[in-house]
């Protein structure tokens, strides 16, 4: 799996024009000051607790260590989520809050 192959998954979806309907506004004409190059990054697995490998796709505040959610895509699930940059228990270390059979699906849960 490579970024380009994580980008044409998200591609192929927004070509469909599927409703982007969530609470922190990011829409269609907006979407592209957040999608990023998509990038590995560890975060802890909740079921399991351990750290996982997930590829971060969207960024909501990519100027803040902290603050805004991520999109993710799990190679492990074949599936996009939500997650956080930081957790209590790990420093430095992200969560993933939950998993989602599509991008949209993800960005429409935020």
Not at 16 to 38: A, E, F, R, V
Request: aromatic share 10%; glycine share 4%; hydrophobic share 35%.
């Amino acid at each position: 799996m490579n970024e380009e192959i994580i980008k044409n998954f998200i591609i192929k979806e927004l070509v469909q024009k599927p409703d982007i309907n969530n609470w922190h506004s990011i829409n269609y004409g907006n979407i592209d000051k957040y999608l990023i190059t998509p990038v590995k990054r560890k975060l802890v697995d909740p079921v399991t607790n351990t750290i996982e490998d997930y590829w971060v796709v969207l960024d909501e505040d990519a100027a803040s260590e902290s603050n805004g959610y991520l999109i993710i895509y799990s190679e492990n699930e074949q599936s996009f989520g939500i997650a956080t940059k930081k957790n209590t228990q790990f420093s430095n270390v992200g969560t993933c809050v939950s998993l989602y059979d599509t991008f949209i699906d993800a960005l429409n849960a935020m």
